[in-house]
């Protein structure tokens, strides 16, 4: 498996979202070895709170392949996923995900809950973290220490 290799692709569009001034979060959507769907943090720039880096992904991925369902693919997102994000991956069948840094505060692959296990739910799809989890959590540290500094000097 090439995990590294596409957690870097999606590290490249987190960069993309801090620089557009929004939370630095990327994702990308790869099937049989290519990307099909790529995204980064919009919420604020679409004022759409859904527009999270895996939504986006997922939006983009369903285009190319002219459907909502996606099997087979995998899913690279340099943060732990929200239980909105979790839910979308869950409709779109997604096999794997694959995640850089852990979200105490919000994740549900494994840090506050775990809902990609959960029993009751009619679609599992398997989890790696901490892929790369070192550079993702310094790239969201980095922009909120920045964003910090902004504020105290203001």
Same mark, same amino acid.
């Given at each position: !498996? ?7 692709? $999606?590290?490249?569009?987190? @960069?993309?979202?801090? $620089? ?10 790869? +099937? ?6 790529? /995204? &980064? ?15 986006? $992904? +997922?939006?983009?991925?369903?285009? @190319?392949? /002219?459907? #909502? ?5 995998? +899913? #690279?997102? %340099? +943060? ?9 991956? !869950? ?7 694959? &995640?850089?840094? $852990? ?12 809902? &990609? ?10 989890? %790696? ?14 922009f909120f220490a920045a ?8």
């Open positions: !498996m090439n995990d590294e290799l596409w957690m870097i692709e $999606a590290l490249a569009l987190a @960069r993309e979202a801090g $620089a557009a001034g929004e939370v630095p979060v990327g994702a990308v959507v790869v +099937l049989d070895g290519q990307i099909i769907g790529r /995204g &980064f943090n919009q919420p604020i720039s679409r004022q759409d709170p859904t527009a999270h880096a895996e939504v986006v $992904a +997922l939006r983009d991925a369903a285009t @190319r392949l /002219g459907n #909502y369902r996606l099997p087979g693919a995998t +899913l #690279y997102v %340099t +943060l732990e996923p929200c239980m909105m994000c979790a839910g979308a991956m !869950m409709h779109a069948r997604l096999a794997r995900v694959v &995640f850089g840094a $852990a979200d105490p505060k919000t994740g549900v692959a494994g840090s506050v809950l775990n809902v &990609f296990t959960e029993a009751r739910l009619n679609h599992h799809a398997a989890i %790696t973290g901490g892929v790369r989890a070192e550079e993702c959590g310094q790239l969201l540290s980095s964003r910090r500094n902004r504020t105290e000097l203001a």
